[in-house]
Structure formats: C-alpha cells, structure tokens
C-alpha cells in the first residue's frame, strides 16, 4: 500500500517570502507520479504541480518547484515570491501510472501567508 | 470548457437514510473519481469509474456505491447514513484513465444529524 506523509501541519510566512513544504512517501512501486494540490478556502482543488518518478529533473510551475529525492523517497514543493493567493491546504499525492486513477494524499499543510 | 460539477452543493440528512450525490464530468472526460474528505481521515479514495465500468473501490463498506452513465455523468450512493458519513465528498474527472491529471469538482458538504 502507498502512504504519504505531511509532517507539517501548518506553516505561515510573510508575502513574498519563500516558504518549503515537505512531503515524504512510500510506494513499492518504481514508476509512479507525485503531485501536489491546492486546496484554497471553500474552493476548488486544483493541480499545482506534478512529477513522473522516472523523470529526475525537478518539475518547476513558475513560482512552483519541486525537490524530488526517489531514493529517499521525498517530495518537497517550494513555493518563492509567495503571494496572498497562496494561502490554501496543500496536499501531497501519490498515484500509480498504471491502472486507476487512485491518488493517495498525505493529511495537508495548512499554508498562510501573511501581509 | 465547463468545469466539473456536482450537485447538490449541500446536503443535510438523518441517519438512516439514503442519499444520492451527482458528478458531471468536464465534457469529453471518461473517467470520474470519487473522494471522502474529512477532518480527522483526510481525502479518502472511493472508486473510479471509466466506461460504465468501476475499475477501483477504495476501502469502504458497501454502503457506499456508485455508478456512470453513457454520457460519462456519475452518480454515488450512501444508504443507511451514519454521523460518520458527514464529509465533504469530491468528484474528479480526467480524459481517460491512466491520464495523469484529474480535474476536482467543488463537492457536496453532506451533514449527517
């Protein structure tokens, strides 16, 4: 079974300030893709970034990247210039790249970025 | 594009009875994903369906079940509702299955009294 965790439950920092978000995860699996999700209050999830585990260069979203260490199994999104709109759930997923489309979460970080 | 969408937006039920959650899924997108979230379990799979077809069901008792039409549409069910049973449930779509990224819908807030 995959499992992901969120050691971080919340985290707050100024705008404009670059904040990391630590994820780490275990799968038994070789191949398989890592995301990350934002959940901003009362909205809708949407896709922030996303990682093929076969790939070893770091996805980057603009102000949105990634440090993805597979043999540590780890999977760290940095976000630089945080901007208010950040402020959000973020969650860690994890999926096979075969078969459903069952994506695994970790608990979230509660991010806030202050004015 | 329309995004996803679900309805209703908000449910409130007594226990023991039944209730009927609806997904559209953006157009053209065949594979349609189901989600608990709750404080204390977080975001919890419960079944995908492609094609008419289930392919997957997360671990959950058989209260919880669901369906997909012709037009890609979904539907889940919760019958014999239990206080547990109140949650924000999320829909997902993508293209196909196998496809890397899926699509949330903003979710039904089931409250269970």
């Known amino acids: 079974a995959q499992t992901v965790t969120q050691s971080q439950p919340e985290m707050s920092v100024q705008e404009a300030e670059t904040v990391t978000l630590s994820c780490t995860y275990d799968?038994?699996?070789?191949?398989?893709?890592l995301f990350w999700y934002k959940q901003p209050p009362s909205r809708q999830m949407i896709l922030v970034i996303r990682?093929?585990?076969?790939?070893?260069q770091n996805a980057t979203e603009n102000r949105f990247s990634v440090n993805f260490q597979k043999a540590a199994k780890s999977f760290s999104l940095k976000i630089s210039d945080s901007q208010l709109g950040d402020t959000a759930m973020y969650f860690c997923a994890i999926r096979d790249i075969q078969g459903a489309q069952k994506l695994v979460f970790g608990q979230g970080t509660r991010l806030t970025i202050n004015p | 594009k329309a995004g996803v969408t679900q309805t209703p937006r908000y449910l409130i039920k007594t226990r023991g009875q039944q209730v009927t959650l609806s997904c559209s899924p953006i157009s053209g997108h065949r594979s349609v994903s189901w989600y608990q979230q709750t404080p204390g379990q977080g975001l919890q799979f419960l079944f995908e369906y492609f094609s008419e077809t289930q392919r997957n069901k997360g671990n959950f008792p058989g209260r919880f079940s669901g369906r997909q039409f012709s037009n890609s549409r979904s539907e889940m069910n919760v019958s014999t509702l239990e206080l547990g049973d109140s949650a924000l449930y999320l829909c997902a779509s993508s293209l196909v299955t196998g496809s890397y990224e899926q699509f949330f819908g903003p979710g039904t807030r089931l409250t269970v009294l």
């Open positions: 990682q093929e585990a076969y790939k070893q």
């Open positions: 799968t038994s699996e070789n191949n398989y893709y």
